[in-house]
């Protein structure tokens, strides 16, 4: 069997809207300065709340983190009170974009078509689109947690071109069940979900599509005790992380059990 590429795995602090604006520039300085010297081969993208963005991207420069937003519109411009710009988010320097997560479908009511239409605007504007799929804890228990991601991930990219060039699109799977519960998914549970998703993408583009453009990140409940049981060649190329994100210090340790974890894996 031809091993699945490499890629370098991907680690996503999704802040929410934990943090004042100048306590997310202070964090940020804090994790260059922890990560600088660092040689790993990992990608860590910060996504602070809008107003922290342009704060965090100033304490960023230098280190080799990438800015993220936790949201986007699908509009360029218009008479949209209180939505952002994928133009706007390119302006601050934001590259890639969290759409569709869980407490925005939940608690702001964001749909599966709505979700779609992000992913364009962000694929349009050259911002690497994190499309967050999961299922309730009710969902689970009555065995549909397959038929709803795979649901969401369809009714997300239906109508969405594959990523252009070296363009990607990173699906998270996020079980709401999981987020910020102190519970994570079994790595089975999570697994499965991976060839889920997969198969899922695999019937929308093709295999060579899917391989060359399509990465998968877990998401909900991360710790640096348990992420390595789910990042791996044949399984997740990352992990979105909230909780253990916030503080720079068990951050940085997620991202070093990642990066020694993945140098074990592939040497
Ligand atoms: P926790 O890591 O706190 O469970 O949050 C996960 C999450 O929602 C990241 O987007």
């Known amino acids: 069997m031809p091993r699945r590429p490499v890629s370098t795995p991907l680690i996503v602090a999704n802040w929410k809207m934990q943090l004042g604006v100048a306590e997310s520039a202070e964090r940020a300085l804090d994790l260059k300065t922890r990560l600088s010297g660092a040689k790993g081969r990992f990608q860590v993208v910060v996504c602070p709340s809008f107003l922290s963005m342009a704060g965090v991207k100033k304490a960023l420069r230098g280190s080799t ?14 008479a949209y009170t209180g939505e952002v710009s994928p133009v706007n988010l390119r302006e601050i320097g934001a590259e890639y974009v969290i759409i569709g997560h869980s407490e925005r479908r939940q608690l702001l009511g964001e749909t599966d078509s709505m979700v779609g239409r992000k992913v364009i605007s962000a694929l349009g504007h050259g911002l690497t689109p994190i499309l967050c799929v999961g299922e309730t804890a009710h969902e689970r228990n009555e065995g549909r947690h397959e038929l709803v991601v795979a649901r969401q991930i369809i009714s997300a990219l239906k109508t969405a071109p594959p990523p252009m060039g070296n363009g990607r699109l990173y699906i998270a799977y996020e079980p709401i069940w999981a987020i910020g519960t102190g519970e994570p998914a079994s790595p089975e549970q999570a697994l499965a979900m991976h060839d889920l998703i997969r198969q899922t993408l695999i019937e929308l583009y093709s295999l060579a599509q899917v391989e060359r453009s399509f990465r998968t990140l877990y998401g909900g409940s991360v710790t640096a005790d348990n992420v390595n049981q789910y990042i791996g060649p044949k399984a997740y190329h990352g992990a979105l992380v909230g909780t253990a994100s916030l503080q720079p210090e068990s951050f940085v340790t997620v991202i070093k059990h990642i990066d020694q974890g993945f140098t074990t894996k592939h040497l």
Request: hydrophobic share 45%; no cysteine; aromatic share 14%.
């Open 65 to 78: 983190m990438k800015l993220g937003a936790q949201d986007v519109f699908w509009d360029e411009r218009g």
